[in-house]
């Protein structure tokens, strides 16, 4: 085919899932959708596999693939030109039961010829919390709806039927509706679009075109593998909930032009939600492997097919039926991201041509927090914190990682204002800025998380609550990289200024400035579902992502400037950084900075004669 | 402003882009007199007085003898945007609520890094950063104080504590401009203007933006970030308008001075000169106003404007005569928000290099650009990167003897082996036959900028005219326009000006809001209330400003929204006002209308109940300009134009064939063109299709037809 014609077919494929992405976000209206970008949309081949990937929340890419491919095998010869089937069971595809997919064959002139598959987070699946995360579920049973795949849309007509079942199981049914309607839409303009580009440059060319995208993305990463350095790297990632810890072990392993990564070592299934089925954890491994060594390659099943993965079954990267996995998108898949996310940079720094690519770990803990409960103005509300899509950077070879920048696996993500939470939640937030030491020490630092306090305000019933799901609280997760450090695990306090005595109420806890102006005694909260009354206040804070290098290895001019912007603090710029500030703290004391780093190296070499 | 009318003629008008400086003179009864010359950044008023000159001259006048009998001048300038593209600003500080200092640097997460990013960046984040901000981080100052979502004071303004912020900012931090940005300060400015009244006293040469008053609405960190960017460069455009009015005041002109705004409207200078985020892309948002008054003229509601120049391509889109706002609006990739006419762009003009990806030899067009200088490798000025200006002149598009009415040469056999090495060699095609490729890719590129501002948000380009300006367009608007399905298209006669003729077809427009949310189903009086103190305050501002009140109007516009939704639609008020019930009905109607046909058939969701978010108000005063008066049409008979016959590439038959070559100056009204042809003007070509004609109008515009 003629680069040209392929180059513009290429760019239309990718505006086709853009405009799909417009559509479904127009739609849904939600603010998980429109601000967290909690979505994805992509187009498949006739057989399911990966044509043009969208950019969404990247776990998805494969998982909604194989969707498409269990709709063809359950219900092949009755699939027909405008059909939409939904799939949300876990164990059969999805990662979780409240990611519905819906997916739509595209026929031409009577032909299967490609299909679309889109997910939103719904507002509410009917699990035993509200908002889908369900930390109290014990299994897949108490997790709502669930289906391994089901006609919603036939022939073009909505089976009323079977939306309505649907419905009869959720909470605000009226946006769950929505959120259905915004799918249906989204894939009703992939369709067209993509007939449109069908009927202009006829099928062949486009079906050519679409074979040679794919051959050319896996011809591309198999060369992009063969100039790296072939080894095995491992990570392993610690996840607790409650009183239990898990582990996530990865072992990935690049021979020639192709990666294997191996989960053999993790921890056996858990009882808490947090568990993945196998589809979560290879969508878990792809979501960074595209844009950390696939940035200038389409995104498609080429780019699937020199990887393997090894997921023992009954693991947590592997569960069986009925465990229970709503938590999965903020529990394992996390650390399963985290993992190749880790394993890959340390890929990419052991070479000289992309050590430039290679990243310490981002915003490696999302908190999903869902607050409910009626409104200011009377209504009922259901909403996630949105700041856990602020996300923070990992440290890179040549730079920082950048501040609240975001995550990898949903590259453009976003969080709500302020002033939009406050108008239609009752609560106020107290502050919200960058959190000081949360950001990996490294040569680079990793970029920072935040910090934020809400406290009811204007409530009709006193306050509202809340479902975490929170995780990360033990162990840092955002793995430093080269020897840099790992960001600051996150916190979740339940500030009980209600009870606190007259006495200790130096601080007006209303206009409290941090944490510690609290006069409530501090409770930390991480799991299950909690009210949030009166004065009591609720403080969170993410962690930064990883450190870059040595950390004694920064420039100390550099740790001077995060000292005066707060992000890092003198203690941290002593005792982890080896920086010593003159008095005031408005310059570095070069020879006691030289002194200290020496004295620091030192007793890493000599542990026992500093004891 | 009316009364010196009939003793001074003339309207001058002056747009001062990034690369050229346009003027066009209009006066009754008389032909555009235009003038052109480059800008001159830093010092753009010179440039702006160069461009007079060119204009004077024409009409065998100096520029004293024309500002003699010149009774209005309007101005549009990239002042602001060039200040923030250089970092040119003034060292500025902000203060805001304690506990939120850092709003303006995490800029909502991610959103300040990908925003009005493209794909290849949003898909690489470990390369991708946000732009460096444009306060140091230590000028924030956050100080107590706190409005609740309802506008109540819940924590008054510490004043002691605001007092050693300022002086802090201004000792230290050696700051010239600050900025206020308080939480909820749109529904409650009271702690905002106590600051401002400390920065008054302590400070009283540093220069002040208060969020509430340069954007009162909802959105912390947009708002916050535009008091920082009119904080930033409000001292240099206020000193920039004020030098040129000076300088306009010493050649003799002594008339008013209106200045663009993004919004489409004009300020009496004044006033603008506070306003630096208003300046913002003024530009390209006359040419919107440019394109609408001539779409007004020629009877066309719905229309596509795009520009192409030497380094971007530029679209804007009329809908029933309404123009578009842009939502998110970014200027050099910082947010804010102003009112401002959606204009869309991505990096492909007639100076943009073609590249092949290295590892797949897949061809590209833009967006790096040889600029004007060196330049494309035709213009033999040292340029050696292949551009897209190249392969029109290698596809017989460009007359290599009269290019620029003959002011300058072009070497096609230096393009021919320049393109041959970089391109046709490497993708193993004869020259042609790649050239022919490479125009596809950059029409593709522009057909899908242009689907994106309309098919994606549900308009069809069928029911549009597409008006294609400048340098670049007419060669390539044949080819996408086609590809489109467009009506037809209209290469208008000031093509060259388009943005000078916008600013001389905009009125005087003032725009105020207020921010409360009220149900759907809001007694109309309640309304009402809201806006008659806006009312009062655009009656008094117009009165000042000279117009009577029946050159006046006064349109309302309220944002609407389904409960539970987050998209907001500006809805106009089409009913009587103050408003009864039937107009507040209608406007109910309209809204769903507008969301249906904006979001898609489905998307509007009416059980959660309807809501007003923000009451606008556009206080406008009519200007008198003169009429455009039609030439004759003559017969359809161009042959007194035809200087002789060429090959040129001719998309439907994907090769070369041989066409007419015009002179667009010898062209008169009524004669008409068929395709396959190129008209050649003083500025740029115009091509005619295969199957395409065009015709002379009694404007003097190129309108092309489809067959």
């Known amino acids: 085919m003629d680069p040209i014609t392929f180059s513009i077919i290429r760019h239309r494929l990718f505006r086709i899932v853009d405009e799909a992405v417009i559509t479904l976000k127009h739609v849904s209206g939600s603010a998980i959708t429109n601000e967290g970008h909690d979505l994805m949309v992509s187009l498949y081949r006739a057989d399911g596999s990966l044509l043009m990937g969208g950019v969404g929340f990247l776990h998805h890419l494969t998982s909604a693939a194989e969707a498409c491919k269990a709709i063809i095998r359950r219900f092949e010869g009755d699939i027909n030109e405008g059909d939409i089937f939904l799939l949300n069971d876990p164990y059969t595809a999805a990662l979780h039961t409240s990611d519905i997919y819906l997916v739509s064959p595209i026929h031409h002139e009577g032909r299967l010829v490609a299909w679309s598959a889109c997910f939103v987070h719904v507002y509410d699946i009917g699990a035993m919390n509200p908002g889908g995360f369900a930390p109290d579920a014990q299994d897949i049973y108490t997790e709502g709806f669930s289906s391994p795949g089901i006609r919603l849309v036939e022939k073009g007509a909505l089976r009323h039927d079977v939306m309505d079942t649907l419905l009869n199981m959720v909470r605000s049914p009226e946006m769950v509706s929505l959120d259905m309607r915004s799918m249906i839409a989204c894939n009703n303009v992939a369709r067209d679009r993509m007939l449109s580009l069908i009927g202009k440059y006829g099928y062949d060319t486009v079906d050519s075109a679409c074979q040679e995208l794919i051959d050319q993305s896996e011809e591309l990463l198999r060369q992009r593998l063969a100039e790296l350095p072939d080894g095995q790297w491992q990570s392993r990632q610690y996840l607790e909930v409650k009183d239990e810890v898990y582990e996530v072990f990865l072992t990935m392993t690049k021979k020639a032009d192709e990666l294997v990564f191996d989960f053999t070592g993790s921890s056996p299934q858990a009882a808490y939600s947090v568990n993945c089925t196998k589809w979560a954890s290879l969508g878990g491994l792809f979501a960074p492997l595209f844009p950390l060594l696939c940035y200038d390659i389409t995104w498609n099943e080429g780019v699937i097919r020199p990887i393997t993965m090894i997921a023992p079954e009954g693991t947590i990267v592997n569960c069986t039926r009925p465990a229970p996995v709503s938590v999965a998108t903020v529990g394992a898949i996390q650390s399963v991201n985290n993992a190749a996310c880790s394993t890959i940079g340390k890929m990419l720094e052991s070479s000289g041509k992309y050590r430039e690519e290679a990243t310490a770990v981002w915003h490696a803990n999302h908190f999903a927090i869902f607050k409910f409960g009626r409104n200011q103005h009377g209504g009922e509300a259901i909403g996630i914190f949105t700041e856990t899509f602020a996300g923070s950077g990992g440290a890179r070879t040549f730079a920082d990682g950048i501040d609240v920048g975001g995550e990898i696996p949903n590259p453009i993500s976003r969080m709500a204002n302020v002033e939009t939470v406050e108008a239609g939640f009752p609560i106020r937030y107290l502050f919200r800025r960058r959190m000081t030491d949360s950001g990996g020490p490294g040569r680079y630092r990793g970029g920072a998380g935040m910090e934020f306090a809400v406290m009811p305000h204007d409530s009709p019933d006193g306050g509202i609550n809340y479902v975490i799901s929170g995780k990360g609280a033990d162990f840092p997760m955002s793995d430093g990289l080269a020897g840099g450090y790992p960001g600051a695990p996150n916190r979740y306090v339940w500030v009980h200024n209600n009870e606190a005595d007259a006495d200790s109420r130096n601080v007006d806890p209303r206009f409290a400035r941090s944490l510690d102006d609290m006069p409530g005694e501090q409770e930390t909260v991480t799991w299950g579902v909690f009210p949030l009354m009166g004065e009591d206040a609720l403080y969170v804070g993410w962690n930064g992502g990883g450190g870059y290098g040595d950390p004694l290895e920064r420039d100390p001019e550099a740790v001077l400037e995060d000292c005066r912007t707060g992000v890092v603090s003198a203690r941290s710029a002593r005792d982890v950084y080896g920086v010593v500030l003159a008095e005031g703290g408005g310059a570095v004391d070069a020879a006691a900075t030289e002194a200290a780093r020496r004295s620091m190296y030192n007793e890493r070499l000599y542990p026992e004669a500093a004891e | ?707």
């Open chain 2, 1 to 707: 402003m009316t009364t010196d009318a009939p003793q001074k003629r003339y309207i001058v008008a002056t747009d001062v882009g990034g690369t050229c400086t346009d003027t066009i003179v209009v006066a009754p009864g008389e032909a555009f007199i235009m003038g052109k010359a480059l800008s001159t950044p830093p010092n753009f008023a010179d440039g702006v007085l160069d461009s007079i000159a060119r204009a004077a001259d024409q009409m065998g006048l100096s520029v004293e003898d024309l500002f003699a009998q010149t009774y209005l001048f309007m101005h549009g300038s990239t002042v602001v945007d060039n200040t923030l593209l250089t970092r040119g600003g003034a060292p500025t500080g902000l203060i805001t609520t304690a506990g939120f200092e850092d709003t303006v640097f995490v800029t909502r997460g991610a959103y300040g890094r990908w925003a009005g990013q493209p794909e290849d960046w949003i898909k690489h984040p470990v390369a991708s950063d946000r732009p460096a901000p444009l306060i140091p981080e230590d000028a924030v100052c956050g100080v107590p104080e706190r409005v609740d979502y309802k506008g109540a004071v819940l924590q008054p303004l510490d004043e002691a504590e605001t007092e050693r912020a300022v002086r802090r900012l201004v000792g230290e931090k050696k700051v010239e401009a600050i900025a206020v940005a308080f939480l909820w300060s749109f529904y409650n400015a009271e702690n905002e203007q106590k600051a401002r009244d400390i920065v008054k006293r302590v400070a009283p040469e540093a220069y002040v933006t208060l969020s509430s008053e340069i954007a009162p609405v909802p959105g912390e960190y947009e708002r916050s970030s535009t008091a920082v960017i009119n904080a930033y460069a409000g001292g240099i455009a206020n000193r920039y308008l004020t030098d040129l009015k000076t300088q306009l005041g010493e050649r003799g002109y002594s008339g008013p001075v209106m200045v663009m705004q993004g919004y489409g409207g004009l300020l009496p200078s004044q006033e603008a000169a506070d306003r630096a985020v208003g300046m913002i892309e003024c530009g390209p948002a006359a040419g919107v106003i440019g394109a609408k008054a001539l779409g007004d003229l020629m009877g066309d509601a719905d229309v596509i404007a795009a520009d192409m120049g030497g380094t971007t391509f530029k679209v804007g889109v009329i809908q029933n005569g309404e123009i578009e706002y842009a939502r998110e609006p970014l200027v050099d990739r910082y947010h804010y928000v102003a009112p401002k006419i959606e204009v869309v762009s991505i990096g492909a003009g007639g100076g943009s290099i073609v590249s092949l990806d290295p590892r797949t030899n897949v061809p590209r067009v833009g967006p790096q650009s040889a600029g004007a200088d060196p330049g494309p490798v035709c213009y033999g000025r040292g340029g050696t990167a292949v551009t897209l200006t190249d392969v029109f002149t290698l596809i017989g598009y460009m007359d290599p003897d009269i290019f620029l009415g003959g002011a300058m040469t072009l070497d096609i056999e230096a393009a021919r082996a320049a393109f041959k090495a970089q391109v046709a060699d490497r993708l193993g095609m004869p020259v042609e036959e790649a050239a022919f490729g490479i125009f596809r890719v950059a029409s593709a590129q522009v057909t899908d900028l242009i689907h994106e501002i309309t098919v994606e948000r549900g308009l069809d380009p069928r029911d549009y005219v597409l008006h294609a300006f400048g340098g670049s367009c007419p060669i390539l608007a044949s080819s996408f326009a086609a590809e489109l399905n467009v009506k037809r298209i209209v290469v208008p006669y000031t093509a060259a000006v388009n943005c000078a003729l916008g600013l001389v077809s905009a009125d005087i427009v003032h725009e105020y809001s207020v921010t409360t949310t009220l149900p759907g189903d809001t007694d109309p009086a309640t309304i009402n209330a809201l806006y008659a103190p806006m009312i009062e305050k655009a009656r008094a501002q117009l009165a000042a400003e000279g117009f009577a009140e029946a050159d006046t109007a006064l349109d309302w516009s309220i944002d609407l929204r389904y409960a539970r939704q987050v998209h907001e639609v500006t809805t106009p008020v089409y009913g009587v006002t103050p408003m009864d019930g039937a107009a507040l009905k209608g406007l109910i109607d309209d809204f769903e209308a507008l969301y249906e046909r904006k979001y898609g058939k489905g998307s509007a969701y009416r059980e959660a109940g309807i809501e007003m978010t923000l009451f606008r108000l556009s206080a406008s005063g009519k200007l008198q300009r003169p009429d455009i008066e039609p030439l004759p049409l003559e017969g359809p008979d161009a042959g007194h134009a035809l200087t002789g016959r060429r090959e040129i590439f001719v998309d439907a038959r994907n090769g070369m064939a041989p066409a007419d070559v015009y002179d667009f100056t010898r062209i008169r009204p009524g004669n008409e063109i068929a395709g396959p042809a190129v008209i050649h003007t003083p500025i740029t070509t115009i091509v005619v299709q295969d199957a395409q004609r065009a015709r002379m109008d009694e404007l003097r515009n190129i309108v092309i037809d489809f067959r």
